[in-house]
């Protein structure tokens, strides 16, 4: 199958410029860009959300700019519960197998999931639930009031005033947090408690769909009038069962920090306790006598919050006996009436709940972002992400030797994008008694960078130490490991499997990792832009922010045709069928079929990478071939520091007509077997369908410090250039020369149209070349104010073969100097202006860096006279240096003789290169 990225078919108006293609590019909007005369513009939020790139590792704002997700710790759980039912839904769509939807939303499309969904149950009120998870703290969960008569002494209050909320997934707790609302919005909850559920079921249950074992993680003991916010930390609490009399009951233990830290390093801040789902239960409530306050005060409460309102009768000793309303009124003399008293109704309102975690967990976007899962276990991966404590992914701890497994135990994760990753956290299953914990293990990481046998190169973030123990059901639940942040894309855990004769697993049921901070790189590319016909791509512009240690960089493809394809997939709609078709019609694979999806694939003209990186933002010319009908952009997010992130905000791509469809060229000959030797050199172009307007300049460029004569440009059709051509018929005439005897040449001539009979023309010229390569680039264009075209390298002449525009010397001596002459060889600088000086001429060749070339003169007693330098961007190329007699005072020397040393201030080691220093001599006389 083709490893571009596809296009999934669409159907309507929006596919229909994919069928048929533009016809013109005159400014317009549309969902993926923005036209302007000549320029693509890439600058709004819809544009950027068409665009390819890992789910969830971008913030596109409204106004259009784009930066890397920034991933945090110590969350609030609360805060993104629907993007979390909503993957359910679509894992489960993929893998009905594995993920399971829960029956409260099944029949749901994933756009239909909303806070309502988060509310699994309520005793009382279940419409107002959402609010505790709304981040309102105006907006608030009440219980519905008793019934009018019902005697709340025959009500059990907790059967009725509770609520259950799905977090959408298995997290790790930190800390629960309730907010009740502000003293004029209500009450605090009078008694009540707060519990949690990883959703385990209880062991006797006997349906599938038994509510989940709940485990208390709060009990208030007293009365609670005035506080307001409740935090209860969960750090280092465990839900563990015991087994052991007529009934299972879960026992909150707590685990001593420094223990924990002899296994994975600081851990004061580590949470050990998972939960998917949380219940709040009111156990009491003043109900109608919540607070006491005075007659008028009573006579202007709304109806909804008018209390109790109590009689008193006065006894003899001074005390008061409650009575009812009939009595104290019609009873009891007035000297017997005691107090009334008047009461607000208690109206108990929780404003939030927030579950703070360990923050958001990179691993569990793995699918969505691409990104691959590889295990020993055969069975799905996915696993490991499912939120179910009851699946297992079971790993061999022990296993006998005649199987002739793998020594090394691996589970290895392509996480899709690189992160900041800082902890690990794990969940080991409950399903099996037998099952143990990891001993031994490692956790490495891998930035994609490669070892020279091409596997991943890794380093090990922690090497954890530690014994195996029981696990899951009544052993050890949670693990977990902190360590230094650091840069990955792959995360392994690797394990030692023992030899015994006997089998002995471990069972993980969840995996998470953290870390904080902007994601290191990112990279978003665009769909397949249409530029309408063949265009001549000239240059692209972008517009970002890039603070000290992030960049951004750009790259494009282009090509011209697109066509259709499908994809097959397993039946878990993940896997694709690497055979194709064959094997999905194949009817012993029946049961294993999944969906099929047309899409669009890019022909097979288009380049098979991107181009280079473009490096200037205010244009870098366009490096992939052109003029071509389509283009991609890539690009890419770079930042090395954890709280910083470049933002990208426009992306601008410039294009003009071109003055042919095609422009192919190569040079003759493309092999030299000498440096610093002067040559002659052809350059064939062949332009293919050649515009209207035509082209009437040529321009030719060698890398610097390359000098080019002109000796002539021919054009003619392709048989008048046989192996020995008669040029002077077809040179070209009247042509200028703007540029000669430097690094490039620029040529005007007679405007060459369309219909014009030539069909190949060939620039000959002299160079010499210093280097080992040397590439040329040549470029056509139609007047000084037209836009150039360049000229590819391809088959542009049957008699040249190489096909390349690349010079390539293979020299026979490697040596760094050449063609060193000294004028004269002896001088006398006694002013009169003949022979003051002597110079040294010579050329440089095979180092194309930055260096300083060195000319020291030494007297023959070894003692330094003068020392000369020239530094220069390129160091290849040709030297003229002077020397005029004086020494480091600027004092005549002595007459005599004098030893020159030519050296080169480069690092040469290893190069293979001769005679990296030159001895001469010269004279001074006078």
């Not at 409530?285 to 007659?295: A, F, H, K």
């Not at 699946?391 to 199987?403: E, G, T, V």
């Not at 052109?626 to 910083?644: G, H, K, M």
């Not at 088959?795 to 026979?812: E, F, I, K, Y």
Request: hydrophobic share 40%; aromatic share 10%; proline share 6%.
């Amino acid at each position: 199958m083709p490893k571009i990225s596809p296009r999934i078919f669409t159907v309507g108006a929006s596919a229909l410029w994919l069928l048929i293609g533009w016809t013109s590019v005159c400014a317009q909007t549309t969902n993926e860009f923005r036209t302007r005369p000549n320029q693509i513009v890439v600058n709004a939020q819809r544009h950027w959300e068409d665009w390819d790139f890992p789910a969830g590792t971008l913030e596109i704002a409204p106004q259009g700019e784009v930066r890397p997700r920034q991933w945090n710790r110590n969350t609030d759980a609360t805060e993104d519960i629907v993007d979390f039912l909503r993957f359910q839904i679509e894992a489960a769509r993929r893998d009905p197998t594995l993920f399971k939807i829960p029956k409260r939303l099944q029949g749901k499309e994933v756009a239909e999931i909303s806070l309502r969904d988060a509310v699994v149950e309520a005793g009382s009120n279940p419409a107002g639930v959402t609010n505790v998870l709304d981040g309102d703290p105006t907006t608030f969960w009440e219980p519905a009031p008793l019934p009018a008569g019902v005697d709340p002494a025959d009500v059990d209050i907790g059967a009725l005033w509770w609520f259950t909320v799905d977090l959408g997934r298995l997290v790790f707790l930190k800390k629960i947090e309730l907010k009740f609302v502000d003293e004029d919005l209500g009450d605090p909850f009078l008694l009540y408690d707060v519990l949690v559920s990883d959703g385990r079921k209880p062991i006797a249950a006997q349906s599938g769909n038994a509510p989940p074992e709940f485990f208390p993680i709060l009990i208030s003991l007293k009365p609670n009038k005035t506080q307001r916010s409740v935090e209860v930390d969960l750090r280092g609490i465990t839900g563990r069962r015991e087994l052991g009399g007529e009934q299972d009951e879960f026992l909150a233990e707590q685990i001593q920090f420094e223990d924990l830290a002899e296994e994975s390093g600081p851990t004061t801040d580590m949470a050990t306790l998972v939960g998917r789902f949380v219940q709040v239960v009111i156990r009491g409530s003043d109900l109608n006598r919540g607070r006491q306050i005075t007659q008028a005060e009573f006579e202007q409460l709304a109806p909804a919050d008018t209390g109790a309102v109590d009689y008193y009768k006065k006894l003899p000793d001074g005390g008061q006996l409650q009575v009812s309303k009939q009595v104290y009124f019609d009873r009891l003399a007035e000297e017997k009436r005691g107090d009334i008293r008047y009461y607000i109704r208690e109206r108990p309102r929780l404003a939030e709940l927030n579950v703070w975690i360990e923050g958001d967990d990179i691993f569990h976007g793995i699918l969505r972002r691409g990104g691959t899962i590889s295990s020993p276990d055969s069975r799905n991966g996915a696993i490991l992400l499912d939120s179910d404590v009851d699946s297992a992914h079971f790993l061999d701890l022990y296993r006998d030797p005649k199987f002739n497994l793998s020594p090394i135990g691996t589970v290895t994760l392509d996480l899709g994008s690189f992160f900041w990753i800082d902890a690990q956290r794990m969940t080991y299953t409950f399903i099996d008694n037998d099952a143990h914990t990891f001993g031994n293990y490692t956790l490495e990481v891998s930035d994609g960078s490669r070892e020279p046998d091409g596997s991943l190169k890794w380093s090990i973030a922690v090497d954890r130490r530690q014994t195996e123990t029981l696990g899951g059901l009544i052993g050890k639940i949670t693990e977990g490991n902190n360590f230094d942040p650091v840069v990955g894309r792959f995360f392994k855990i690797q394990w030692n499997v023992q030899p015994i004769a006997a089998r002995i697993l471990t069972a993980l049921s969840e995996f998470q990792l953290f870390g904080a901070g902007f994601q290191p790189q990112v990279e978003l590319t665009s769909q397949r832009i249409p530029l309408g016909n063949s265009k001549n791509l000239l240059s692209i512009e972008w517009d970002a922010d890039t603070p000290p240690g992030t960049k951004v960089e750009l790259q494009t493809r282009t090509g011209d045709t697109f066509s259709s394809d499908t994809l097959y997939y397993h039946g878990d709609n993940i896997r694709l069928y690497e055979g194709g078709a064959a094997e999905y019609y194949d009817r012993k694979n029946r049961r294993d079929k999944g969906n099929k999806i047309g899409i669009w694939v890019d022909g097979p003209e288009w380049e098979k990478s991107f181009s280079a990186p473009y490096e200037n933002a205010a244009g870098s010319p366009i490096t992939s071939p052109s003029p071509r009908q389509f283009v991609r952009i890539r690009a890419t997010l770079f930042s090395n520091d954890s709280e910083v992130h470049p933002t990208l905000k426009e992306v601008r791509l410039n294009f003009a007509e071109p003055v042919a469809r095609h422009l192919l060229g190569e040079v003759t000959p493309t092999q030299v077997d000498s440096l610093g030797v002067q040559r002659p050199f052809s350059v064939y172009i062949r332009p293919d369908t050649i515009s209207a307007d035509g082209f009437d300049q040529l321009l030719l460029a060698a890398p610097p410090q390359m000098r080019l004569t002109y000796r002539g440009l021919y054009g003619g059709k392709g048989s008048d250039f046989p192996p020995v051509a008669d040029l002077a018929s077809l040179k070209i005439a009247d042509v200028e020369i703007r540029s000669d005897h430097s690094d490039s040449l620029h040529l005007t001539f007679p405007a060459v149209l369309s219909e014009s009979d030539i069909e190949l023309f060939r620039l000959d010229f002299d160079t010499s070349l210093f280097t080992v390569s040397a590439p040329l680039r040549a470029a056509l264009r139609r007047g000084d104010d037209g836009w150039w075209q360049r000229v590819d390298a391809g088959d542009a002449a049957a008699q040249v073969t190489d096909n390349d525009l690349t010079l390539v010397a293979v020299p026979r001596r490697k040596e760094i100097f050449r063609n060193l002459a000294i004028e004269p060889q002896v001088f006398t600088p006694n002013g009169d202006d003949i022979n003051d000086a002597v110079r040294f001429t010579f050329d440089v060749v095979l180092i194309r860096q930055s260096s300083a070339v060195e000319i020291h003169i030494h007297d023959l007693g070894g003692r330094r006279v003068r020392s000369i330098s020239a530094r220069r961007p390129v160091v290849t190329g040709a030297h003229e240096l002077e020397w005029d007699g004086r020494d480091h005072a600027g004092n005549l020397v002595a007459p005599g003789v004098y030893v020159v040393l030519l050296k080169i201030d480069a690092n040469t080691e290893g190069a293979g290169l001769d005679a990296r220093d030159l001895t001469r001599t010269v004279a001074v006389a006078y």
